[in-house]
Antibody, heavy 114, light 109 residues
């Protein structure tokens, strides 16, 4: 069974940093591209970032470019999102999703507030 | 520039609902769109791949299609469990980004 489990969400002050992790199991992680998608409270889905299976291709939404960094460790079956210079508008549930959006984690909540 | 979805659709039980998702030639019109369903408090669930095939386990009452720059999701024989938020998403080659629609809240009366 495919499983994606996010962790690392927390309450952080504006300007702070946070690192999210996504632990994958039940499939060959190294064969799949991965994405981060977020959802602000009461709002719709917003794509955040994409990383190919070998990390050779990476894309970011304009709203996070220059502040967030996506990475992966195929040996550890893990996906990461390093978030710096956090803003109030980054407050959301962050989901990791497999390439074709066919599997999602339960999400981890990031709250940015003073 | 995201995709355009009607904010809400209401239909009677056992009726048919068709949800739409309008983009442009750089996204929906290029490689199609995926459809996702999200119930309150739960993560999204894939209903349709970009090629409009259903993942295993998805009801045959759901079918997806595309005409030009508009993708559609049709749900027949509406059931109470179909009441949810529905999102479309597509790769935009001009933006090098995945774009989402704002979502449609489907109410089954």
């Amino acid at each position: 069974e495919v499983q994606l489990v996010e962790s690392g969400g927390d309450l952080v002050q504006p300007g702070g940093s946070l690192r999210l992790s996504c632990a994958a199991s039940g499939f060959t992680f190294s064969s799949y591209a991965m994405k981060w998608v977020r959802q602000a409270p009461g709002k719709g889905l917003e794509w955040v970032s994409y990383i190919s299976d070998t990390s050779s291709t990476i894309h970011y939404a304009d709203s996070v470019k220059g502040r967030f960094t996506i990475s992966r460790d195929n040996a550890k079956n893990s996906l990461y999102l390093q978030m710096n210079s956090l803003r109030a508008e980054d407050t959301a549930v962050y989901y990791c999703a497999r390439d074709f959006f066919d599997s999602w984690g339960q999400g981890t909540l990031v709250s940015v507030s003073s | 520039a995201g995709l355009t979805q009607p904010p809400s659709v209401s239909k009677d039980l056992r009726q048919t609902a068709t949800l739409t998702c309008t983009g442009n030639s750089n996204n929906v019109g290029d490689q199609g769109a995926v459809w996702l369903q999200q119930h309150q408090g739960h993560p999204p669930k894939l209903l349709s791949y970009r090629n409009y095939n259903r993942p295993s386990g998805i009801s045959e009452r759901l079918s997806a299609s595309r005409s030009g720059n508009t993708a559609s999701l049709t749900i027949t024989g509406l059931q109470p469990e179909d009441e949810a938020d529905y999102y479309c998403s597509a790769w935009d080659r001009s933006l090098s980004a995945w774009v989402f629609g704002g979502g449609t809240k489907l109410t089954v009366l």
